[in-house]
């Protein structure tokens, strides 16, 4: 019978040829590793949990641990980025899984589910965060709106227009390689974070972090252009949610596979983003 301990940094190697099996030639060894590094000054060292049996790791339930503010106030997340164990070990998997289950006081998500997964989680309380993606195409602009609005991407002078948690945001994840894009108003920014993932051979820009989305739609006319040429991106991807329901013209959605999912006392979905996640590491 397999037994369940904590994952440390150290940890990689070991657990590595589970993560071989998850996929995928997308995701390099290196990508993999990144999971195993604390990124953003975590509370804990903990990696998440495996399964071990006579000193091979049979299970592996990866997590992130992160800090972030919603509201006003700090909120405790934990994430989780994968969940494999061996065929033989399948009915011990649930036991990854308990250690998690008992923390108080975090919000828990899933952002990259399987239908197994998917389904397990549901079973637990979990409720759906996200179901549909919105693809934004890049569109010719008249050229008042090229003047009216400036759209600043990957350039050091971002940080002196951030507030203190914006400002905290970026700095979280600028060692990551991620795309900061500042979007100027007459009288107002928004910062987004974003990614430059590859999907069926077609590169996308995925959008994780908008700050303000008043001054995003506002400027979503030169912001879809100008970022689609500069990054060499088909489109802006965006979780559907993030716009509270404003319509982006010449847009169109897409249903995901399976829904991401969360768990939280505390939050609601639309106070839910994609960052401090495995989507930014491992760029999906």
Known sequence: ??????????????????????????????????????????????????????????????????????????????????????????????????PVLKMKDYT???HTMSADTYFIFKKLGFSDLEDTLVIIPPMPILERFSKKYQIIINNQTIPSFLNEKDLKIYQDHSNLDVHFILAQTKYDHCLIIATRPIKKH??????????????????????????????????????????????????????????????????IKNDITTLYSEMLLLNL
């Not at 995925?206 to 088909?234: D, G, P």
């Not at 847009?251 to 939050?267: F, G």
């Open 202 to 267: 077609i590169p996308f820009v995925h959008l994780h972090y908008i700050s303000n989305l008043n001054a995003f739609t506002e400027c979503i006319h030169k912001i879809r252009l100008r970022v689609c040429m500069q990054l060499k991106a088909s489109a802006l991807l965006v979780d559907k949610r993030y716009l509270n329901k404003i319509k982006i013209s010449r847009s169109w959605e897409y249903s995901l596979p399976h829904p991401r999912l969360y768990k939280s006392d505390h939050l």
């Open 1 to 98: 019978m397999a037994t369940v301990e904590k994952v440390s940094g150290k940890d990689f190697e070991l657990i590595y040829p589970l993560l071989e099996q998850l996929n995928s030639s997308r995701i390099k060894k290196n990508q993999w590793e990144k999971l195993f590094i604390s990124h953003w000054n975590s509370k804990t060292d903990n990696f998440g949990y495996f399964l071990t049996e006579k000193n091979n790791a049979v299970g592996f339930l990866g997590l992130m641990f992160s800090t972030f503010t919603v509201n006003d106030k700090e909120h405790n997340f934990c994430n989780f980025t994968s969940w494999v164990v061996k065929e033989e070990h399948r009915n011990e998997s649930i036991k990854l899984l308990l």
């Open 108 to 110: 828990l998500t899933s």
